[in-house]
Each structure stands twice: as structure tokens, then as C-alpha cells.
């Protein structure tokens, strides 16, 4: 393959998701040409431990026959037909059984988008209008947290907390508040994870307050918040979450587009805290990422109000339910209940990764390492003393990223916290080979900073 003439194309004609497109165009990217298992493999002939499962979503990792005959299948006998117009398809409707038969028991009703951020735009158009079929058509505001991430079209970056985002967003939806987020290690070390989790769920509170009882639609979260960091809240957050949110008239939508379908240890993340939203963003691991396909799966409180008050609800997309997605989602589903992946997670591979990745929290550049299941993050510090930062402009996180390609293990950078979000199929040994790559480019990193800092000393001595 002709690596050099698919980067000046890529360079040419294509514009990547949140990328400085000139960097990239100077740099060139990398071009990933197959994978198998847990690893892809690029046109250089690299190997790379996949640490992210894709985006969070390669849950049953590459080269699964199975799911490919099922797109293959369904191709053949219905490509496409849309959801519209009184009509369904046998994939869309086998695939909403399934779904709501492992949802929790009071959620019987699913609607199908493409994509996580179609979802949380879906949601947000049916808590206020369930609110408004309720005749409290006041309650428009939604709650959600700061440095969270619901999705990158305008309704879901509003609903998200990422002030980036915005900045580039233009005006945002109205009516959406942000709270603190539950980051122990970044914002709350001066007091005790358990108070410091209760605090959190107090500024829920007091925001609820200052809104209005009256006004507020629902508060929307992530179990665990992916892409803001994999931030595991500390372990007194959901309880006193759930007491608050129990005092009032609100909704709560638990975003389960990333810890959804295994990543936790169970089939959704709000079932690992013993939460029972309302309502429940779903995408990513529901196909391993094999097709696009989301959804929203509704509660009966709010499915039942917009079946028997709504009449037409006008909303809708032209890939809702897709035929092919929805089979292989199905597919997937079938798979993982089969093979016990869910379980595996919560018994098996979760605890051996939790148990290996904690001792990278040993290294000089670790201030913390934490897990969850199938998530993991390190906190990259200058003192883990302390647990100063680094300065932004040394940009430690994207250095150690790119060690990490370099040594052969995907491993993504927020700021300065690495993450990973493995395929849930992934064996011991990989595991243990994830965790030394990690550790070797931690090596690398702290070798490389302080060769900068032995270059700067010499240069500031030199000088007159």
C-alpha cells in the first residue's frame, strides 16, 4: 500500500472529527488498514493493542464473522427501509424486544437513532415534552455537568459540560445548567472522597433550588463520565444523588452510550449504582461498533404520557432502526449473552485489569490510577506529592499518546489523564501486555521530559 499518497488524499479531500486539520495535514496520518481481535494493524505493518476498543465501542473486538454475515445476510434480503409511514422491519422490532428485555424491568419502550448524540438530541425533545403533556410546560431546563460530554450536534454539545465546545458552538440550546462534576483527583482534594461526592450531589441541589422545582426537566449523567476523563465518582455520589433527585419532581437520564452493554460489569452502568432513570441513551457497544445504530430507551412513566397524550411526535431520523444495523446489533446482543461477556466483565476480566492497573499507579508520574470493569484512567502528575500538574503548554497527556502509538498500544490523552476502554473480550495476557506498554511509555514520557528540562537548564546557564 501507498502510505504516502492515502496521507496526501486524507490531507487533500478529508476533514477528521475534533482535529486541528493543519497539524494533522503537516503531520500525516496514520492509516489503519485491518484489525483482529484486539489489535489493528496499520499500512506500515504496525501492530496496536487497541487500549480503546475504536471509541469506547469494539466491545466484542474485531473480526467477529458472525456479526459480518449478519450485515451480509440482512443486506441481501432488506438493505433499508425507513420507520416511517406506519411501517417496521423484523430486525428493528426484534432488536427493541431484546433491548427491552435486558433493560431494567420499568423501561419497555426504545427509539432507535443512529448515533449517540441523535439520542441525547432525542431525549431532550421528549422530557420537554413529556413535561408539557404533564401541563407543567414550564419545566424546560435540563441539569447537567461540567466537563461532560453528551454528543458533538448543537443539542447534545449544549447538554454537555466541555467549555471548548462551546466556544466554537455558537449559541447553544437554551435552558441547559451545568454542575460540578464528581472528579475526586482534579477538584476535590482537599477533602475526603465521600464528602467530596456528597458535595457534588449538593451542588445538584442547590442548582435545583435556584432553577425552581417548577422549571427543571430532568438531570442528565454518564455512570461514569467517558470522554471528560473516565471519571469514577467516589462511591458516596449516586446514593446521595439519588436522595436528592428523590425530593423532587424530576427526571433523571442516565447517558449510557459509553458505559452501556458491558463496560461496567453490567448490562447498563445505572445498574451497577442501583439507579432507575427514566430514560437511557444507548449506542456504541449495542453493535461493537460493527454498523452505526443509537437510541433512547423510555421508562413507562414517560413512555406511557407520550403514547396516550401525545398524538404525532415530530421527531425522527431517516436511519432510525436501520435494517442492517439493527441486525447486527442483534447479532451482538445474541453474542454476548451466549459467550457471558457481561458477566465476564463483572467477575473475571474487570477485577484482573483493576488488579494489574493499579500498580501503574506506582510509577513517578502517576498521581492516581483508577478502574472501573473496562475503564481505566492515570493521572499524570509533576509531584505525586502534591499532585501538581504539569504546565498545559508542555502538553504531557498528547506527548505520552504518542509514545503509546509509537510503542504499539492505543491509549487516548484528556489533558494530561490517560484512559483506556479495552474490547471486553480481551485475555489476560493482553491485559498484561497493555499494562507494560502503558509503563513503557510512561518510562518514555518521564525520559523525554526530562531531557526538555536538562536542555532548558543548560540553555538558561549559557545565557549572558
Partial sequence: MNTERYRRL????????FTDFKALGEEGSRIVTHAEGVYIYDSEGHRILDGMAGLWCVNLGYGREELI????????????YNSFF?????????????????????????????????????????????????GKPDKQWVIARENAYHGSTVAGMSLGGMAPMHAQGGPTVPKIAHVRQPYWFGEGHDMSPEVFGCECAAALESKIR????????????????????????????????????ARYDILLVMDEVICGFGRLGEWFGSQHYGLEPDLMPIAKGLSSGYLPIGGVLVGDRVADTLIERGGEFFHGFTYSGHPA?????????????????????????????????????????VGEARSLGMVGALELVADKA???????????????????????????????????????????????????????????????????????????????
Avoid at 225 to 231: L, S, Y
Wanted: proline share 7%; net charge negative.
Fill in 386 to 464: 502534591t499532585a501538581e500538574r504539569f504546565p498545559k503548554s508542555l502538553g504531557v497527556g498528547n506527548l505520552c499518546r504518542d509514545i503509546c502509538f509509537d510503542l504499539g498500544l492505543v491509549m487516548r490523552s484528556v489533558g494530561d489523564t490517560m484512559i483506556i476502554s479495552p474490547p471486553l473480550v480481551i485475555r489476560h495476557g493482553e491485559v498484561d501486555e497493555l499494562v507494560r506498554l502503558a509503563r513503557e511509555a510512561l518510562d518514555e514520557t518521564a525520559r523525554q521530559l526530562a531531557g526538555r528540562k536538562t536542555v532548558e537548564s543548560t540553555t538558561e546557564e549559557s545565557r549572558p
Fill in 210 to 245: 435556584e432553577l425552581g422545582e417548577e422549571n427543571v426537566a430532568a438531570f442528565i449523567a454518564e455512570p461514569v463520565q467517558g470522554a471528560g476523563g473516565a471519571v469514577i465518582p467516589p462511591a458516596s455520589y449516586w446514593p446521595a444523588v439519588r436522595e436528592v433527585l
Fill in 69 to 80: 454475515e449478519a450485515a451480509t445476510a440482512q443486506l441481501r434480503e432488506l438493505p433499508y
Fill in 86 to 134: 406506519k411501517s417496521t422491519h423484523p430486525p428493528a422490532v426484534k432488536l427493541a424486544e431484546t433491548l427491552c428485555r435486558l433493560a431494567p424491568p420499568h423501561m419497555n419502550r426504545v427509539f432507535f437513532t443512529g448515533s449517540g448524540s441523535e439520542a441525547n438530541d432525542t431525549v431532550l425533545r421528549m422530557v420537554r415534552r413529556y413535561w408539557a403533556l404533564e
Fill in 325 to 365: 444495523c439493527a441486525a447486527v446489533a442483534l447479532k451482538n446482543l445474541e453474542l454476548m449473552q451466549a459467550e457471558g461477556v457481561v458477566e465476564r466483565v463483572r467477575d473475571d476480566i474487570g477485577p484482573y485489569l483493576a488488579k494489574r492497573w493499579a500498580t501503574l499507579g506506582e510509577h513517578p508520574l
Fill in 10 to 17: 486524507d490531507r487533500d479531500h478529508h476533514l477528521h472529527p
